[in-house]
C-alpha cells in the first residue's frame, strides 16, 4: 500500500469516527422519545434514500455472488447499531461511546487467533494502553457497570465481526455495492423488528423527522460509505484503533452538549487511548 492510499484512509476513518459520535450525541437526546427500532428503520431509510441517489449507477452493477458478504455484513450492521441505541437507554452517551470501542482490543486479539501469529509491538503497545483507558473510562460518570454498559460491550463484539468480514471478503467489492447492500438489510430487519416488538407509531417519526435524517444522512451513509472505502486499504487492527476517535468525540460533545458530568478518572483514560490512537497513526499499524 502506498502512503497516500494509508492517509486517506487515516481522514475517512477520523471522518467516520466524528459522525458516528455526532449520531451517538443526537440519539442520547431524544432515545426516550423514539422507539430503537424506530429509529434504526428511519436512518437507514434515510441513508438508503440518500445512496440510491447519489450512487444508482454504481448499484446498478451489482453480482450475484457481491450478495452473500453484503448481507453478512448487512446482519451485523444491525445488531451492532441496535445494541449500541439500546445502550443509551441505560447508560451515559460518553460511557457508552468508550465501552463500544472495545472492539480496539477485540480485533487485534481476534486477528491474532484466526491468522495464528503474534501482532506487532505497537498493537500490543496500543491495546494495553486502550486496556488501562478503558478500565479509567468505565467509571468516568460515577456509576458502577450497568446493563447498558453490557449492551455496549455486545455491540463491541458483534462491530468486531463487522471489521473482520470486511477485511476478509469484501475489500474487492466496490463500495457504493456493498454500502447499498447493508442498508437494504438493516432497513429490513429494522422494519421487521419494528413491527413486531413496536409497532408503528407515526407520531414517533413526527418528533424524530430531523434527527433522523441528520443521522441518516451525517451519521450513517456518509460514515458507511466513507469506512468501507477506506478499510479496502487499512488493516482490521489500523481500522479498530483509530475508530477510538469516535468515543473521544463523543466525550467532548456530551460534556459541552449533554452536559454529562466527567470524573478525573474518565479524562485520564480518555488521554491514555489517545496516545494509543496518536501511535496507530504515526506507527502505521
Known amino acids: 500500500m502506498n502512503i497516500s492510499e494509508q492517509k486517506k484512509s487515516d481522514v475517512l476513518l477520523f471522518i467516520t469516527a466524528s459522525g458516528w459520535a455526532l449520531s451517538t450525541i443526537i440519539i442520547k437526546m431524544f432515545v426516550e422519545s423514539i422507539p430503537v427500532f424506530h429509529i434504526m428503520f428511519g436512518r437507514y431509510l434515510v441513508a438508503l434514500v440518500v445512496i440510491v441517489l447519489f450512487k444508482k449507477n454504481d448499484?446498478?452493477?451489482?453480482?450475484?455472488?457481491e450478495l452473500k458478504p453484503g448481507v453478512i455484513l448487512g446482519v451485523f450492521?444491525?445488531?451492532a447499531f441496535t445494541l449500541a441505541i439500546m445502550s443509551l437507554y441505560y447508560t451515559s452517551a460518553s460511557k457508552s461511546g468508550f465501552l463500544v470501542a472495545m472492539s480496539v482490543l477485540f480485533v487485534p486479539i481476534a486477528t491474532t487467533l484466526l491468522n495464528k501469529r503474534l501482532p506487532n509491538r505497537w498493537v500490543i503497545f496500543s491495546v494495553f494502553l486502550s486496556l488501562i483507558g478503558l478500565y479509567f473510562i468505565s467509571g468516568m460518570n460515577g456509576g458502577a457497570f450497568n446493563f447498558g454498559d453490557l449492551l455496549a460491550l455486545l455491540c463491541a463484539?458483534?462491530?468486531?465481526?463487522y471489521i473482520l468480514?470486511?477485511?476478509?471478503?469484501?475489500?474487492?467489492?466496490?463500495e457504493s455495492i456493498l454500502v447499498f447492500i447493508q442498508f437494504c438489510v438493516v432497513t429490513v430487519l429494522s422494519f421487521?423488528?419494528?413491527?413486531?416488538?413496536?409497532?408503528?407509531?407515526?407520531?414517533?417519526?413526527?418528533?424524530g423527522l430531523l434527527p433522523l435524517i441528520a443521522i441518516g444522512i451525517v451519521g450513517t451513509a456518509a460514515?458507511?460509505?466513507?469506512?468501507?472505502?477506506?478499510?479496502?486499504?487499512?488493516?482490521?487492527?489500523?481500522?479498530g484503533l483509530i475508530l477510538l476517535g469516535e468515543p473521544l468525540f463523543t466525550l467532548i460533545m456530551a460534556a459541552f452538549?449533554?452536559?454529562?458530568?466527567?470524573?478525573?478518572?474518565?479524562l485520564f483514560g480518555a488521554g491514555l487511548i489517545l496516545v494509543a490512537l496518536v501511535i496507530t497513526v504515526i506507527k502505521d499499524i
Not at 448499484?59 to 455472488?65: A, G, N, R, W
Not at 468480514?165 to 466496490?174: R, T
Open 165 to 174: 468480514i470486511m477485511d476478509k471478503h469484501a475489500k474487492h467489492i466496490d
Open 223 to 239: 460514515t458507511n460509505f466513507a469506512q468501507t472505502k477506506a478499510q479496502k486499504h487499512a488493516s482490521p487492527e489500523s481500522v
Open 192 to 207: 421487521i423488528g419494528m413491527i413486531v416488538f413496536e409497532g408503528i407509531d407515526i407520531s414517533a417519526f413526527k418528533i
Open 157 to 161: 463484539v458483534s462491530y468486531t465481526v
Open 77 to 79: 450492521t444491525f445488531l
Open 59 to 65: 448499484i446498478k452493477k451489482i453480482k450475484k455472488e
Open 257 to 266: 452538549i449533554l452536559k454529562e458530568s466527567i470524573l478525573i478518572g474518565g
